[in-house]
């Protein structure tokens, strides 16, 4: 069993930036792709941002250029630096990470883009 702890969301202005932190309770070197989701109101979940176990990173076309995922394996840490945020950004983010056959997601952290 895994848990996912995000932490990070907020209230930001148009333009402004936010880094989101998921937190695993397991040796995040194990899983073999970690990965940010995002789903706004009334719309269904949709991929953000993925890094594998080597370190490969791959973005949705909607925040290539704006967002960052990222780890630090000592600490058990994924990230997700966010800038250039929109009204669009306005989502829960939710992060997740496969262990085996296994999909794990945490409990989400609201992001609110607003002027």
């Known amino acids: 069993q895994v848990q996912l702890v995000e932490s990070g969301g907020g209230l930001v202005q148009p333009g402004g930036s936010l880094r989101l932190s998921c937190a695993a309770s397991?040796?995040?070197?194990?899983?073999?792709?970690m990965a940010w989701y995002r789903q706004a109101p009334g719309e269904e979940r949709k991929l953000v941002a993925t890094?594998?176990?080597?370190?490969?990173?791959n973005y949705a076309d909607s925040v290539k250029g704006r967002f960052t995922i990222s780890r630090d394996i000592a600490k058990r840490l994924m990230y997700l630096q966010m800038s250039s945020l929109n009204l669009e950004d306005t989502a829960v983010y939710y992060c997740?990470?496969?262990?085996?056959?296994?999909?794990?997601w945490g409990q989400g952290t609201q992001v609110t883009v607003s002027s």
């Open positions: 890094i594998t176990r080597g370190g490969v990173t």
């Open positions: 997740k990470v496969t262990f085996g056959v296994r999909d794990y």
């Open positions: 397991a040796s995040i070197g194990s899983f073999s792709t």
